[in-house]
């Protein structure tokens, strides 16, 4: 029998509204497994530790896909709602979208990465010209659709 997993699409708000370069997937898996540690105890930790990745983290973005097992997505769903920081930052996560496989995950995933990019392209126009804004554009496109399982 197959492994059945659920992806679970998810974006981390800031506070401070920054962007941090030094933030990867594994804070967010510490931070996730920590958060069902007092929230489920021992025994949610133990059944959901075994299939729980964080696959896919993007700082630009900050959009993550966090995969775990199709029974016990619901405590990593609400884990990952309950955290409050990330390395000493105060943020908070919004669930965009669950499915059942990544592919799903990404074709939701891909017009939030490009709104996002707009967004920074936007904010950075004085230092970014308009080739270097397509270059950004299509390897945060890329990066989404390079995923996997």
């Known amino acids: 029998m197959r492994n059945k997993n659920r992806y679970l699409l998810a974006e981390v708000i800031w506070d401070d509204r920054k962007i941090d ?8 898996y510490i931070a996730i497994r920590n958060a069902l540690q ?5 025994i949610a930790v133990g059944r959901v530790f075994s299939s729980l990745s964080v696959k896919y ?3 630009m973005t ?7 097992h199709r029974d016990f997505y619901k405590p990593v ?4 709602t309950m955290l409050t920081s990330l390395k000493t930052r105060r943020c908070f996560f919004h669930v965009i ?5 990544v592919k799903q995950c990404q074709r939701v995933a891909l017009p939030l990465v490009q709104k996002s990019m707009r967004v920074f392209i936007e904010s950075q126009r004085s230092s970014v010209n308009q080739q270097r804004a397509e270059e950004l554009m299509a390897l945060a496109q890329q990066d989404v659709m390079s995923v996997e399982i």
């Open 77 to 80: 769903w609400a884990a990952v």
């Open 57 to 59: 983290f993007n700082n």
């Open 21 to 28: 370069n030094e933030l990867s997937a594994n804070h967010v």
């Open 97 to 101: 979208h669950t499915g059942g496989t």
């Open 62 to 68: 900050n959009l993550a896909i966090i995969r775990c």
């Open 38 to 42: 007092p929230n489920f105890g021992d």
